[in-house]
């Protein structure tokens, strides 16, 4: 069974401030994509990134960077300096399914809230 | 393009009415999923569908129905609303493999409360 776990139910920083979100997950695929999603107060999901398992290269996007690290089953989500446009529900995502992205597996998500 | 679109946005129902949520979409997708958010748990699926006709359950299938008879088209019905369904649902779409990027998107749910 596939399992995604962010440990970290809420988080809260003040502006500037770098901030790591955690997740963690458990597959017995070789093969499968993991998502970070960003649901702001509005509530609407919005799709920050989509990794696959052969792909353990970190990315950089502004002041987002994802960290995957295969031997830790770890991809972790990091702000730079923060700001309070940030402040939403974050959440990891696991698919295993070969054709990228039909069924998603949801962390619990961990809100971030971004002091002034 | 509209994207994923959802309707209605909020709905009160009492128990064991039946209701349909709309979902339909715009881009052609072949993959369409319905999804469930409660606190503290995530999303999780419901139902999802590979194609016209295509249906299979998800993770939290029991007390939802589903359909597709047409590529924009994936509506989920409530049979017998009760309160343990009062949540926040979301229709996702995503393309077919060959067809590009498979991100998943969303439509911007609807908030369903059952007394």
């Known amino acids: 069974a596939q399992k995604v776990t962010q440990a970290q139910t809420e988080i809260s920083v003040v502006e500037k401030e770098d901030v790591t979100l955690d997740c963690v997950y458990e597959t017995r695929d070789t093969t499968y994509y993991l998502f970070w999603y960003k649901q702001p107060p509005s509530g609407e999901l919005v799709f920050l990134i989509r990794r696959n398992s052969f792909d353990e290269q970190n990315e950089i996007s502004g002041r987002y960077s994802w960290n995957f690290q295969k031997s830790t089953s770890s991809f972790n989500f990091t702000i730079t300096a923060s700001q309070v446009v940030d402040s939403a529900v974050y959440f990891c995502a696991l698919s295993t399914d070969i054709q990228g992205a039909q069924k998603l597996v949801f962390g619990q998500g961990t809100r971030l809230t971004i002091n002034p | 393009n509209a994207g994923v679109t959802q309707t209605p946005k909020f709905q009160v129902l009492k128990t064991g009415q039946s209701m349909t949520l709309q979902c339909a979409q715009d881009?052609?997708?072949?993959?369409m999923s319905w999804y469930r958010q409660d606190p503290g748990m995530g999303l999780r699926l419901i139902h999802y569908?590979?194609?016209?006709?295509?249906?299979d359950q998800g993770e939290v299938p029991n007390g939802y129905n589903v359909s597709r008879s047409t590529t924009e088209d994936f509506p989920l019905r409530l049979l017998s609303a009760a309160p343990s369904q009062t949540s926040v649902y979301f229709c996702?779409?995503?393309?077919?493999?060959?067809?590009?990027?498979?991100?998943?998107?969303f439509g911007p749910g609807t908030r369903l409360t059952v007394l």
């Open positions: 996702a779409s995503s393309y077919s493999p060959g067809q590009g990027y498979n991100e998943q998107f």
């Open positions: 881009m052609n997708h072949e993959y």
């Open positions: 569908s590979v194609g016209a006709g295509i249906t």
